[in-house]
Each structure stands twice: as C-alpha cells, then as structure tokens.
C-alpha cells in the first residue's frame, strides 16, 4: 500500500462513554474533519475518524476500491464504538454525509443522532449516464477537492477522479435515497449557500424524505463544500458540540428521575 498523504491518517481519541463517528468525503481524506473531530475530543468524547479505502493515498488506489469497502469501515467503526460506549453519534461531510445516513439506516437506534454536512444524495444525470461507458475508456476526471471559501486553507485530497470510483459514488447515493425513509434519529443538517461540489438540493431532499422529527437545519453563509475547513467551521463545531449535549442529557434525565425515585422510597 502506498504511503499516506501527510495530514491525512486518522484519529481516534478515547474519552467519555459518548462516541462520534466522523465519515470524510469522496476523495478526500480525514483531514478535512481533523480539526472538527479534535474540537469534540476536546468536550471530553471518544473520538473516531477512519481512513476510508482508496482514500489518502494515490487515485489510483481509489480506482480499485467501492462503496461497499467505504461503507464497510465506518460500519466497522461503529460497531467497535458501540462496544466502548454507551451512546454513538455519527457525522459526515458530503460522501460521508451519504454514509452516515446509511449507518442510520441500518443500525436504527445504535445511532443516537446525527450530523451532516453538506451531504451528497444525488449524482449529476448526465455525467451518470457517460460514466456506464466512460468508466471503460476514460481513467479519470478533474479533481473535486479544496473547494473552500477560506484563504490559505487546504484540503487533503486527490486532484484527480477516478472515473470507476464515480460510479460507485453514483451507485451509493442511489442506495442512500431509497434508504432515508428509514432514518428515525435527530437530525442536524448544515449545508453551504454556495457549494461548488453538492448543489443545496441535495440537503433539501435528505430532509424532505427523512422520518426523523426532531430537525435541525442551519444554512452556511461564508462557506464552500468543505465547510469544516472554511470560514463556518467553528459554528459546526458548536453546533454539533450542543446537539450531542441535548441529546445526551435528554436520555441521562430519565435515568437521574428514576434513581432520585428510588433513592427517596
């Protein structure tokens, strides 16, 4: 295996008994979520930021890697951080955001909420329809990365498309779609105004076709795609600080009620 990219291995932090999940983008690698996952090491939680397959590397190693290996590792995480924690918590940006959406999916109440940036639930139809064949004859696009509003910051990630591993992203935020139904838990969105990568449609349609009742959405205004490194990132971080503090204390209260009780009989 090619050496990682500086910057782009992962991160993991044990903490307390809350855990957070944090899935990176398409392409992208777990810098662009480092300093958002150091934020919530920081308030004290256990902490994991995986290295998606293919990702962080070269394209070329992404070329030979699908969703199902993307999936496959967060899915992985979860479990192990299910096993060290009481509660879990899952995040993503873009590809990622698509990813957390399936855990929540999938797992049901495994998941105690999620937060999701700028997530990716469609793809462009037309460059759909080139990449049945493309993918055969073309071996790569343009790269996707650094859209950020930000001066001087950077992003991870790879300046080039491998055309296959598109068409697997095509394939997954298929999946994805016919799986928000199935998404009960909090939710908090956050999606940039301008977003040069994800139209804001697709947050529109994750929150028109989610079950979840309890919804938070909350528009970007200074920041591209990759909001985590850009001018809005330190409200993500608060705002998703304060969304796991909600919810943590709104399940810990019952518990509190129930011992006072029986402490007091």
Known sequence: MPPILPGAEPFR??????????????????????????DLAGHGLTVSLPLLPGHGTRWEELAMTGWEDWYATV?????????????????????GGSLALRLAARHGAAVQGIVLVNPASTFP???GYALSVGRFLIRSAPGIADDIAKGGRHEVGYDRVPTRAAYAMRDLVRVVRNDLPKVTQPLLLLHSRTDHVVPPTDSALVLSRVSSTDVTETVLEHSFHVATLDHDAEQIFADSRGFIDRLTAAEDAPLSTARSARDSA
């Open 13 to 38: 932090h044990d903490g307390s008994s809350t855990g957070v999940l944090l899935c990176h983008g398409f392409t992208g690698s777990p810098q662009s979520l480092r300093p958002w996952a150091e």
């Open 75 to 95: 899915d992985r995480e979860l479990r192990l951080l299910r096993d060290r924690c009481d509660r879990v918590f899952v995040c993503g940006l873009s590809m």
């Open 125 to 127: 139809r037309m460059q």
